[in-house]
């Protein structure tokens, strides 16, 4: 049987909230595969990258373990705050802009903005994609 790896991504100001994030997602990676799974049985081969050594986890087995209580956080219960600590951050590494887009439709009334920082480079599963910070480093 191939060797399976599931990879969960998790971000926010709280470390706890963040590696609570990542964990349910990498959980939900591994529950999608196994509902496949049933609903494939026998009927289609398995996705060639599922095989694929996971040569870059090595990478992170290098690296040198650091105590989560090392790990910096912010944690907060106010909004404002909350969003006064990431505008901090971003600027503090020379992102000062930050474009806020209201797509809220008032007859679903639930909120829902798009949020978009110049400079910054979206996340994508994708080897034909190169961004332009990791093109900088190619060439």
């Not at 909230?17 to 964990?23: G, K, P």
Request: proline share 6%.
């Amino acid at each position: 049987p191939a060797t399976r790896c599931f990879v969960g991504h998790g971000t926010a100001p709280d470390a706890m909230l963040a590696v609570m994030r990542a964990l349910t997602e990498a959980v939900q990676s591994r529950l999608a595969v196994i509902q496949g799974a049933r609903d494939a049985f026998n009927r289609a081969p398995a996705a060639d990258h599922a095989a694929r050594p996971f040569a870059w986890l090595a990478d992170f087995t290098a690296q040198q373990l650091l105590p989560f209580d090392a790990v910096p956080t912010f944690e907060s219960t106010d909004l404002a705050a909350d969003l006064d600590f990431l505008l901090r951050q971003l600027a503090r590494v020379g992102l000062d802009r930050v474009i806020v887009a209201d797509l809220t439709r008032p007859d679903l009334d639930i909120p829902v903005v798009r949020v978009r920082v110049p400079g910054l480079a979206c996340f994508a599963v994708n080897q034909q994609r190169v961004g332009w910070r990791c093109r900088r480093l190619l060439l």
